[in-house]
């Protein structure tokens, strides 16, 4: 399974929520890397890693992918607001229907429980990061 599709999930659904479009104005969301010079704020999109959920009764069968947002913004103040945002546009992405590799899969966003925050030294720049698992069935 290539978790690219789920990156590939979240950055449509990001870039289709029109308050977040709007908060980042002229800035992008893009994956993984921003370009050389890009003005703050702006979304990256990484896909981290993937793996088969385990229930207890062993492999699930279906894999959950790791997509990890993270918000590069001029003040603390824009990154927190950006993030509730991101929250937001994906809160709702619930049995959605994907295709990968010609296999049709229902997927649900699920936040994880990783959320953080940090600065650059001279607070130049201010980061959210937000992991939010992908889960198909």
């Known amino acids: 399974m290539n978790h690219g599709a789920a990156r590939a999930l979240v950055i449509t659904k990001l870039v289709a929520y029109t308050e977040l479009t709007t908060k980042l104005g002229s800035a992008k969301i893009w994956p993984s890397q921003a370009e050389q010079g890009a003005l703050k ?82 607070r130049a720049a201010f980061r959210r990061i937000i992991d939010f698992y992908v889960d198909f069935h």
């Open 41 to 122: 704020p702006y979304v990256l999109v990484h896909k981290p890693a993937q793996e088969n959920r385990q229930l207890l009764v062993g492999d699930a069968g279906f894999p959950r992918a790791r997509v990890s947002i993270e918000i590069v913004a001029g003040t603390g103040t824009d990154a927190d607001v950006i993030g509730g945002i991101v929250y937001a546009a994906l809160k709702d992405v619930t049995n959605e229907t994907i295709i990968v590799d010609g296999t049709s899969y229902s997927v649900t966003v699920v936040p994880t429980d990783f959320d953080t925050d940090d600065a650059s030294n001279k």
